[in-house]
């Protein structure tokens, strides 16, 4: 017989993170034994190559309350936590990073707001301690420009730390869509929100997962499966182009009518056609991020696949691999 639900679940999604999983474990569980005994801890292993495993298992042994989702591949961070949430079964759940930059000592303040009635209470972080200037330019820059054009606003500042009440991850769970974006669909969900502030710690151990190159994709994924503006943007663009062509050839006309016409503008010539060879090419391109985002969605794949679990103590059984709908 399976336990009834617990009143707390911790998703963890961890990559390649053998160094710091004994100090996350060391740190939170205090914490969590002081909000509640009928917590339980998920962690996702999202492909790792290292003894990441070895030292999830370690700790599942020694404590039944924890358990480990293996995938059965690296699929990525926002995947890995959405398997964390299928398999969590907690009243509330908080997702959480492993490497305590995320201060566990937040979670009593997440869960003190859900108790007051919100269904998802996120961590909003006042600085950014160990992260670049660059890191911090660009990520302010992607939220003003994302903010700019999607259809619901995005907090910045917000990460993936934050509570989900059952009824927050439930609606979040009838969203399968491949391409996920989870900031967006956090948002998209609606329900009572609520913040509350913290401060970022720097890494305990390891290195960020996360290089310019992952996080430049992650913000065209961010763009695309939030708006579609950018769609559009390529008609807005080709309307004003066209209305000041029209413009600029009644001043052609009107210059050959009254001075003549001496053959000239062979450089503003080649101009024009580069740059609107180059708009065209981006519009393309841009219409090609869109096309091949619908092309993965109609395959209809499964979003991750179980290779091991190690079940915690409330842990529903593997569960059935999501059915297209
Ligand atoms: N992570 C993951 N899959 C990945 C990359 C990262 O599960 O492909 C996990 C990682 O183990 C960590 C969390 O996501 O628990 C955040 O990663 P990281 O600290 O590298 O990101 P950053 O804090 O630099 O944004
Ligand atoms: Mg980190």
Not at 26 to 32: C, Y
Request: charge should be neutral; include cysteine; proline fraction near 8%.
């Amino acid at each position: 017989m399976r336990a009834s639900p617990p009143v707390l679940s911790l998703v963890v999604p961890v990559f390649n993170e053998e160094g710091v999983i004994d100090a996350f474990c060391a740190r939170v569980i205090p914490t969590l034994e002081q909000i509640t005994p009928e917590w339980e801890i998920v962690f996702v292993n999202d492909g790792s190559r290292d003894g990441t495993v070895a030292a999830v298992a370690r700790q599942h042994h020694a404590e039944p309350r924890i358990a480990l989702v293996s995938l059965s591949r690296n699929f990525g961070k926002e995947i890995a936590m959405t398997a964390g949430l299928d398999a969590a079964r907690g009243q509330a759940v908080v997702i959480i990073d492993v490497d305590l930059q995320d201060p566990p000592e937040v979670i009593p303040d997440l869960v003190a707001k859900w108790r007051e009635g919100n269904d998802v209470v996120f961590a909003r972080r006042l600085e950014r301690e160990g992260e670049t200037f660059l890191k911090r330019l660009t990520a302010y820059g992607f939220y003003r420009a994302l903010n700019a054009i999607a259809d619901r606003p995005i907090p910045p500042d917000v990460g993936d730390f934050r509570l989900l009440s059952r009824r927050a991850v439930d609606a979040l769970l009838r969203l399968r869509e491949r391409h996920r974006f989870m900031k967006g669909l956090y948002s998209w969900i609606g329900f009572r929100e609520a913040e509350v502030p913290y401060v970022r710690a720097p890494r305990a151990a390891g290195t960020s997962k996360f290089n310019y190159w992952r996080l430049w994709n992650f913000s065209i994924e961010g763009f695309t499966s939030f708006s579609i503006r950018p769609l559009q943007m390529a008609s807005y663009f080709g309307f004003a182009i066209a209305v000041l062509s029209v413009i600029y050839g009644s001043f052609m006309v009107m210059r050959t009518l009254l001075y003549g016409n001496p053959v000239a503008g062979y450089p503003s010539l080649l101009v024009v056609v580069l740059f609107l060879g180059g708009v065209q090419l981006i519009s393309l391109g841009v219409i090609g991020e869109y096309l091949g985002r619908v092309f993965n969605e109609t395959k209809q794949r499964p979003l991750y696949l179980v290779a091991d679990l190690l079940p915690s103590r409330y842990t529903a059984p593997p569960p059935a691999p999501p059915q297209p709908d």
